[in-house]
């Protein structure tokens, strides 16, 4: 299980300093993020994709039971026609609804791609002044390693806090 720490940082040479601690602290480059407002060039960083600055999974999620829902609900409405009469009910139902999940985490993921998520929300004011996120994942045994080591190298940044259940996804 990892958590994932939070740290705004001040600028471009802050996030490198701290890059270049993380992966000697022996973090893996692919659980290090970093985001920033549009137009800021984060080369030499690992930025986060879509994955973890857009609302794409929460929406696949909402979609995939909703859609569920909608394709059992149509599946038991096509078991009372004529339908019902020539095919397994049950198989009827579970297809409908296996289908429904199907296309409705498709549909929500394509929106939820183009809405920033909502766990970075309480960012934005930070971005839009031209601070740095810093997410990183870190194994629950090294977490107080981890920010204690941010918290004694880089005292230009601040620690946002913890995120408790990493999304397993991103």
Do not use: C
């Not at 490198?16 to 290090?32: F, G, K, W, Y």
């Not at 009469?85 to 929500?108: C, E, N, Q, R, Y």
């Amino acid at each position: 299980m990892r958590k994932r720490i939070y740290w705004l940082l001040p600028d471009l040479a802050s996030a490198r300093r701290v890059m270049d601690d993380l992966l000697l602290a022996r973090i893996e480059n692919r659980h290090i993020h970093f985001m920033a407002r549009e137009g800021v060039d984060l080369t030499g960083l690992h930025e986060a994709n879509l994955l973890q600055a857009s609302d794409f999974v929460r929406a696949a999620q909402m979609g995939m039971v909703l859609g569920a829902a909608v394709g059992a609900a149509a599946g038991a409405l096509l078991t009372l026609s004529w339908l019902g009469d020539t095919l397994s009910k049950p198989a009827l139902v579970a297809a409908l609804a296996a289908i429904g999940a199907g296309f409705g985490a498709w549909a929500a993921s394509m929106i939820g791609a183009s809405m920033p998520s909502r766990r970075l929300q309480r960012f934005a004011p930070a971005l839009a002044r031209g601070e740095i996120l810093l997410m990183v994942d870190v194994p629950n045994l090294r977490v107080n390693e981890i920010e204690a080591m941010l918290h004694a190298k880089h005292q230009e940044g601040r620690d946002e806090g913890l995120e408790p259940n990493v999304p397993a996804f991103p």
